[in-house]
């Protein structure tokens, strides 16, 4: 009987674990093979609900990419991603994709230039730039869309 229950405690388990993937919201993500700050980020979008999926590209086909997908040189960071037909440059937080993917603006996407401390990849323990998430408009220019205050 034991080996019965253990073995339902597992099924269950495992369709838990694949219902939540199939659940999860596929995101794109190119970077350049070994940035640990880049997986960091994508441990972080699955944590919430995203299932990320990397690609491995050099240096200078990466930016060719960003140029190509709309991303104003002042906006790169280290990875892109594309989710639902928008663009997510840098170390977005995961609940201001969701937003975007919600409010659904007419927008390229969204953006966290450089690499700032405690924007998530970037965690650092205690210490926390201030930084702004920002809408890359279709045009090129930029709003803030989300602001996260350092310490």
Same mark, same amino acid.
């Given at each position: 009987?034991?080996?019965?229950?253990?073995?339902?405690?597992?099924?269950?388990?495992?369709?838990?674990?694949?219902?939540?993937?199939?659940?999860?919201?596929?995101?794109?993500?190119?970077?350049?093979?070994? =940035?640990? =700050? =880049?997986?960091?980020?994508?441990?972080?979008?699955?944590?919430?609900?995203?299932?990320?999926?990397?690609?491995?590209?050099?240096?200078?086909?990466?930016?060719?990419?960003?140029?190509?997908?709309?991303?104003?040189?002042?906006?790169?960071? =280290?990875?892109?991603?594309?989710?639902?037909?928008?663009?997510?440059?840098?170390?977005?937080?995961?609940?201001?994709?969701?937003?975007?993917?919600?409010?659904?603006?007419?927008?390229?996407?969204?953006?966290?230039?450089?690499?700032?401390?405690?924007?998530?990849?970037?965690?650092?323990?205690?210490?926390?730039?201030?930084?702004?998430?920002?809408?890359?408009?279709?045009?090129?220019?930029?709003?803030?869309?989300?602001?996260?205050?350092?310490?």
């Amino acid at each position: 009987m034991k080996f019965h229950i253990a073995g339902l405690i597992g099924t269950l388990a495992l369709f838990s674990a694949t219902q939540a993937f199939a659940e999860a919201t596929p995101i794109e993500v190119q970077k350049t093979n070994g =940035c640990g =700050c =880049c997986l960091a980020w994508m441990e972080h979008l699955s944590a919430n609900g995203f299932a990320p999926m990397g690609e491995d590209v050099n240096g200078g086909l990466l930016i060719r990419y960003k140029m190509e997908s709309g991303v104003p040189q002042n906006m790169m960071s =280290c990875h892109t991603a594309k989710v639902d037909g928008y663009i997510i440059e840098g170390h977005v937080p995961a609940a201001d994709i969701r937003r975007l993917l919600k409010d659904r603006p007419d927008a390229v996407g969204l953006a966290v230039p450089d690499m700032p401390l405690g924007s998530p990849g970037m965690d650092q323990g205690r210490r926390a730039d201030a930084y702004d998430v920002f809408l890359i408009n279709d045009d090129g220019s930029t709003d803030v869309f989300a602001s996260y205050p350092g310490n």
